[in-house]
């Protein structure tokens, strides 16, 4: 994954001053690599009889929309609060740098759904532990917790405990 890891630069202080902001759109400009990621993503869960993909806003997305179209799954997205039009369930969480609410409609997964939630990075495991919990409280069955990058030293994976969580790329 050392190919991978390199075409993804740091930005420092963004969004706040002492965040190195891991960005992955200089992977994305790259087909290989972006084509490499999802065909990676996709290898691990082909077997596991995925319904839904459950994917974060907004980079989530990003990765979430092939994944599901590879794995034969139909894409779910998880909004930030006030971005959804119809009927939802919303969730509070903490970020590394303050909090935030994610929603998902209430008719987005039927109970005992197996659902594979997707973002783009692990850090502090909040917006990942909040969208499983959305997921569960509409009936939903957790796959797994895939990412992309996971920044190790934030110890997300703590927040995730009892999930089965797959990152592709760790600093």
Not at 19 to 48: C, H, N, S, Y
């Amino acid at each position: 994954m050392d190919h991978l890891k390199q075409l993804i630069r740091d930005v420092p202080d963004f969004p706040i001053p002492g965040i190195i902001f891991k960005d992955i759109t200089t992977l994305l400009k790259e087909p290989e690599a972006f084509g490499e990621v999802i065909d990676r993503l996709a290898d691990e869960f082909i077997d596991e009889n995925v319904d839904v993909v459950v994917a974060i806003e907004s980079r989530g997305f990003i990765f979430g929309a092939p994944l599901a179209y590879e794995l034969g799954a139909g894409f779910v997205p998880v909004r930030k609060f006030g971005k959804l039009p119809a009927e939802t369930v919303t969730k509070e969480y903490a970020l590394e740098y303050g909090t935030s609410s994610l929603e998902i409609h209430v008719d987005a997964i039927e109970s005992g759904q197996r659902v594979l939630v997707v973002d783009d990075l692990l850090a502090t495991g909040g917006t990942a532990r909040a969208t499983a919990e959305l997921v569960e409280s509409l009936g939903g069955e957790i796959v797994a917790v895939a990412f992309v990058v996971e920044l190790t030293f934030l110890s997300g994976r703590e927040k995730l405990q009892g999930y089965r969580v797959v990152s592709l790329i760790q600093y």
